[in-house]
Each structure stands twice: as C-alpha cells, then as structure tokens.
C-alpha cells in the first residue's frame, strides 16, 4: 500500500477545492488526511460500489468543518466522480462546507454543530450490538470538539454499555478557533480523561502510517471497553507555510501559495 502517494493526491485535492472556492478550515482538513488514508485504504470494511449496506463499518466523521478532507478520500477511493469536487461549496453544489449526508455516497452524517457526532455513533453501535450486526463504528473528532456537544455524556454511555465495537479517533492537532486548544480549555491528561470514563487508550503518531494502521487493526483493544486512539497531529500538514498555525483555520489561500503547495 502506497500511503505517501494516496495521501499526496488527497491532499492536493483538498488544496485545489480550497483554492478554488476560497473557502477556509484548510488546516484542520490537512491534519487529519493521514487517518482518513489508512482508515479507507486498509481498515473499514466498506464496498464504494454498495454505500449502503447494512453490515458496513461506519465512519462517522464529527468534524464537519473539515469536510474537504472528507470529499477528497472519497472521490479517491471512488465513491463518486472526481469531477464532483470542482464544484465544492459553489452555488449547486452537492459539496457543503460541512458534510452533509445524502449529498454524495459514503457519508454517514450531517456534521457541522461540534460535539454531536460521538453521541451518533454511541447509537449506531448500540444498535449493532442489539441487532447481533459485526459492523464496526469509528469517529473522527476533533480536540477543540471535545469542549462541547454531548461528548462526555456520550463517553459515559458508552462505557456502561460496554460498546467495544466502537472506537473514536481524536484528531489531537492542538488548535481550535482561538487558540491553542490547551490555553482556551485544558484536555489534558487526556488519555487518564478517557481511562477513567471506561475506555481503553492507545496513543499514537497521527502522521506515522505504520502506527496508524497497527493500532486501528487490533480494535477493540480490550473486551466489553469503547477503544479511542489519541492521534498526535500537526494542524496543516504537509504545508510548511501552514503547518501548525492558527491563521491555517481561517485563511484563504492566494494563487501563488496555492501554485508553491502544489509544488
């Protein structure tokens, strides 16, 4: 499996739909492409020809505002047209800023509203559970989500019904909207945080392929404990001008940071 050059292309895809439409939360798209790879290339057990079927892996992607990311894996592993991306966050367009179920194949929930996505997936794997379904649910999140929504009452549900057939990833790229997600509201320790709520903890580099893959293929971790792997990541990586900085959340790339991203 040629991680780099799937990550490359996702990443040149999410840097021409932003480009192109102007549109911002670049960094917070880039930090997480590495996860998506391995998760779509090597772990969910999912058909691009058969989105729907009901003893598919889920992938329930909670951090709607980088949903650029989210389009460009999917048009990679061909649950839709490349073509489509051109017209992203255009009037017409099927391709929100958020991603929005029913829009395109392969997206399992309308994102956008932080915190909302862990409690959806705490019920689809429920309902696994209930209806003796072997499908597994995995959550993308972001760290700064983690201030809000219903993320730790989810954490707790979760927990007491011994949910092991889900797992959250959390994109632990250490900036929100403001700041340095530590300054604004501290996490940490996160993984004791998770620990004592009920779940097993792995941590990893969020970059690294290999550790990607080893640790999301031996989930669940423990028997009758939800897994979450803390993903250690660089917001806007693999643009050195954008790489770890705030103004990453915001800005709209020019056509010559564009034209130098590419190169």
């Known amino acids: 499996m040629d991680y780099n050059s799937i990550s490359k292309n996702i990443r040149k895809k999410i840097l021409k739909m932003k480009y192109e439409s102007q549109e911002g939360h670049i960094g917070s798209a880039l930090s997480c492409v590495d996860i998506l790879n391995v998760l779509y290339f090597k772990i969910l057990k999912i058909d691009p020809k058969d989105p729907l079927n009901e003893d598919r892996d889920r992938l329930v992607f909670s951090k709607g505002h980088a949903a650029a990311a989210l389009y460009a894996v999917l048009s990679e592993k061909e649950f839709f047209e490349e073509k489509i991306l051109d017209a992203y ?8 800023g958020h991603s929005t179920r029913g829009s395109v194949p392969g997206i399992e ?6 915190g909302h996505g862990l409690p959806m997936a705490s019920g689809m794997a429920l309902a696994g559970k209930k209806d003796n379904k072997n499908y597994r649910v995995f959550v993308l999140m972001s760290d700064g989500e983690m201030d809000e929504g219903t993320t730790w009452e989810s954490a707790l ?8 057939n889900l797992t959250v990833i959390v994109d632990y790229n250490k900036w929100q909207a403001f700041g ?4 604004v ?6 993984a004791k945080k998770w620990e004592s709520f009920g779940w097993s903890v792995k941590e990893i580099n969020g970059h690294n392929f290999l550790e990607i893959e080893n640790v999301l293929s031996i989930v669940p971790f423990e028997k009758v404990k939800p897994n979450v792997v803390i993903a250690n990541t660089i917001k806007g990586k693999g643009v050195e001008f954008l790489e770890d900085k705030l103004e990453s959340h915001y800005t709209h790339i020019t056509k010559e940071d564009y034209e130098k991203s590419i190169r």
């Open 157 to 164: 549900f979760s927990a007491h019904h011994k949910l092991d």
């Open 89 to 96: 966050c255009k009037d017409g367009s099927k391709l929100a």
């Open 109 to 114: 929930i309308s994102a956008g509203s932080l």
């Open 185 to 190: 509201l501290n996490l940490e320790p996160l």
């Open 180 to 183: 340095r997600t530590n300054e």
